[in-house]
C-alpha cells in the first residue's frame, strides 16, 4: 500500500509499504478516505517541530471506514464511519490520573511519534477510534480532530457565555476555536492578516473581525468591550508578540490560552499578570473532547461549509504542500483523498 513518508526535514516521498494487520483482539483495520494536512504536519516536514521523530508517515487527522475487527471489539462494526483520536498514554502518570492524558508523561502521537494516517490502512486500537454518523461527508467527518483542539483551547480558557473572547488567527485552529466559542455563547472577535480569512471567519460567526494592518486592535477591542478588554485572548498565531498583547490586553480575572511551540522567550513582565491576576494556560492536543465535537458534528452544530478548500490524491502530495506554502491565504483546510472509488 502507499504512504507518504518524511524521511528528514524537507525531504517527503511516497512509498510502499506493507499492508497493516491486526495482530490484538482490541485492534481494527480501517480504510482510509481522507486525510487533512495539519500545520503540525508542515512543521515536521520542516524540521522545525520539536517533538517529532523521524523518518515519520505524518498525519493525524483522519477519516475512514472501518474493514475489519478484532476479537475482542464491542462498539465497531465493519462499515462504520470514524475518526481517529491520535494520542497513546500511559493512564497511569499524574496528569493521566488527572484528566490530563494529553499530556502524558508517555505521550505517543501518530503522524509525531509514531507513524499516522498518510497511508490506505491503518491500524488502532478500539479504545482511539470514535464512531461519526454515517450522514456525515467525509471532508465535515475530517474535521472532528481540528476542533477537538478548538474545544480544548476553550475549555482551557474556561469560556463561559457572555465572555469575550478574542481570537488571535483566523487560520483553521483559530475558525475552530470560534465556533466552539460561538457555541458557548461568548461574544467572539478575531483578527487576521487576511481579509479573506476574516470575510470567512464572519460567516462561521465571529461578531468582530479585526485587520492589524488596518485597524487599531488595541483600540478597537477596548472600544468594543467598553475598555474592559477580552476575557479570554486564545492566541493560535503563536509568535513572542502576539503572546506579549494578548497578556497586556485581556481583561482582568482573564485567561490566555497559548497554543504554540516556539522556544524564543518572549518579554512578559509580571506586574499586568499579578495586577490584573491574569491565568496564562497552555493548551495541547485534546483531554475527552471527541465525544463533545462529534456530537455537535452529528447535530449540525458546527458549520463546515466551504472549510475545505482544496482536496488532492495521496499522490500528488507535492502539489498541496506546495499550494500551503505559496498560497496561504487562498487555504483554509487541504485535504488529502483516498480510496475514491
Not at 509568535?239 to 494578548?246: C, G, V
Request: charged share 25%; aromatic share 6%; glycine share 8%.
Amino acid at each position: 500500500m502507499k504512504a507518504i513518508q518524511v524521511v528528514e526535514p524537507g525531504k517527503m516521498r511516497l512509498i510502499e509499504k506493507e499492508m497493516p494487520r491486526i495482530i490484538h483482539g482490541n485492534e481494527v483495520l480501517i480504510k482510509v478516505r481522507m486525510v487533512g494536512i495539519c500545520g503540525s504536519d508542515m512543521h515536521i516536514y520542516h524540521g522545525t517541530s520539536p517533538v517529532a521523530t523521524y523518518p515519520r508517515v505524518i498525519g493525524h487527522e483522519m477519516a475512514g471506514e472501518i474493514v475489519e475487527i478484532g476479537a475482542d471489539v464491542s462498539r465497531l462494526s465493519p462499515g462504520d464511519k470514524v475518526v481517529m483520536e491520535p494520542i497513546e498514554t500511559c493512564g497511569q502518570c499524574y496528569a493521566c490520573k488527572a484528566g490530563r492524558k494529553n499530556v502524558c508523561a508517555k505521550l505517543q502521537v501518530y503522524g509525531v511519534h509514531k507513524d499516522g494516517s498518510f497511508q490506505d490502512y491503518i491500524v488502532l486500537p478500539e479504545h482511539l477510534v470514535h464512531k461519526v454518523d454515517h450522514r456525515l461527508a467525509w471532508e465535515e467527518a475530517v474535521l472532528v480532530e481540528p476542533f477537538t483542539i478548538g474545544a480544548q483551547a476553550n475549555w482551557r480558557g474556561d469560556v463561559r457565555a457572555g465572555d469575550f473572547v478574542f481570537i488571535m488567527g483566523a487560520g483553521p485552529i483559530g475558525l475552530c476555536a470560534l465556533q466552539v466559542a460561538k457555541l458557548k455563547g461568548a461574544v467572539c472577535m478575531i483578527s487576521d492578516l487576511s481579509d479573506e480569512k476574516l470575510a470567512y471567519a464572519k460567516e462561521v460567526g465571529a461578531d468582530y473581525t479585526l485587520n492589524p494592518l488596518t485597524d487599531n486592535v488595541a483600540d478597537e477591542i477596548k472600544r468594543i468591550t467598553g475598555g474592559l478588554g477580552p476575557n479570554v485572548t486564545i492566541d493560535a498565531v503563536c509568535t513572542e508578540k502576539t503572546f506579549e498583547q494578548a497578556v497586556e490586553m485581556t481583561s482582568v480575572a482573564g485567561r490566555v490560552v497559548v497554543l504554540g511551540f516556539g522556544e524564543t522567550p518572549s518579554q512578559i513582565p509580571q506586574l499586568p499578570i499579578t495586577k490584573k491576576e491574569v491565568t496564562i494556560a497552555g493548551s495541547r492536543l485534546q483531554s475527552g473532547k471527541f465525544p463533545e465535537v462529534i456530537e455537535w458534528f452529528n447535530s449540525g452544530r458546527i458549520a463546515v461549509n466551504s472549510f475545505v478548500t482544496h482536496r488532492f490524491a495521496l499522490e500528488d502530495f507535492r502539489a498541496a504542500i506546495e499550494l500551503i506554502e505559496t498560497h496561504p491565504n487562498q487555504v483554509r483546510k487541504v485535504v488529502l483523498e483516498l480510496h475514491t472509488k
